[in-house]
C-alpha cells in the first residue's frame, strides 16, 4: 500500500492556500499528526482540523473534541463525510478561510480517516475513490486534483506515513490487515482499547463475553472455524485480522471521549 512521503506533503502544504488535517472522531488525538502541523505551521498556511465520521459518536461527544481542540488554539469542526452532516458548512468556513478565489486546499491525515469521501461529500458527487480496509481498492495512491466549484479546488492525498499517533493506531492503519506481519499485538491492544471505551465492545461485535483480548481472539477464531489444518489449534492471527477490519467498518465499535478541559 501505498502512503504519501512528507516530502510530498511538504511540498503540497507549500503550495496550497489552506490545508484541512481530516482526523477520525473516535480517537482524534492518535490520528492526529504534530508533524504535519509543524509543516504547516512552518509555511505559513491556514490549517483547519476537520474532525469525521461524526455520525458514529453521540452529538456532545462532537461538541466536546470541538471545544477541546479549540481550547489548544487549533481551528476544528467535526463533519460526517457520509451522512452528509456539517458539510455545506464546511465548504463555507474553507471558503471564508482564505482571502479570495481561486484557491486549492490540500486534504491531509492518516490512512482511512475519511479524505477522499469529504471531497466527494464537498463536491456533491462521487469521483474521489474511497474504501473501507487499509489497502483495499479504492484507496488513494498517488495526489489528486478535484474541482468543488469554480476557484476551488482540492487536493485529495494518500495517508501519510504514520509515525506518531501511537499504537496501534500506526500499525492497523499503516499496513493492509493481511500484510501486517503479526498481527496478534496490534489486534490484542486494539481490543484492549475497545473494551476500555465500550465494555460491551466485543458482545456487540462477536456475541462474545470474555474480555481476555487474547481468550477473545482464540473464541472468534473457533466460533468462525477457524484452525490450523496441522494441530487443530484456534488460527487466531486471521480473528485479530478480522478484528482489525472490523474496526475499520466500526463493525467493532467504540470512541474515545473528550478529556475534561
Ligand atoms: N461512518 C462513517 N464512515 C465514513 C465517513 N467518512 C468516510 N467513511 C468511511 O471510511 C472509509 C474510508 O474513507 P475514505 O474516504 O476512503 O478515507 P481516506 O482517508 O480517503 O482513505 P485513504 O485514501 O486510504 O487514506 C470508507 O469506508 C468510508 O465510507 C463518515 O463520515 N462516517
Ligand atoms: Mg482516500
Known sequence: MRLASWRMIAKLVRGSDVVLEVVDIRDPVSTMSRRLEKIVEAFDKTLLIV???????????AEGWK?????????????????RLGTRMLR??????VPAKPFTAAVVGYPKTGKSSIINALRGRKGALTSPIPGSFGYTRSFQIFKVEEGFYMIDTPGIVPVEGGWPEAVIRGKAPEEIPDPLPAAVAL???ALK??????????GIEETDPYKALEILALKRGWRYKSTGEPLIEEAARTVIRDYHTAKLYFYVPPPDK
Not at 474532525?51 to 461527544?61: A, E, F, G, I, Y
Not at 463555507?92 to 478561510?97: D, F, H, Y
Not at 471505551?197 to 462477536?206: C, H, P, Q, S, V
Request: net charge positive.
Open 92 to 97: 463555507g468556513w474553507v471558503r471564508a478561510s
Open 67 to 83: 471545544s477541546y481542540l479549540e481550547s489548544l488554539g487549533y481551528k476544528a469542526m467535526y463533519v460526517s463525510a457520509t451522512s
Open 51 to 61: 474532525l469525521n465520521k461524526s455520525d458514529l459518536v453521540p452529538r456532545s461527544v
Open 197 to 206: 471505551y465500550n465494555r460491551r465492545a466485543l458482545l456487540e461485535a462477536y
Open 191 to 193: 481490543i484492549e482499547k
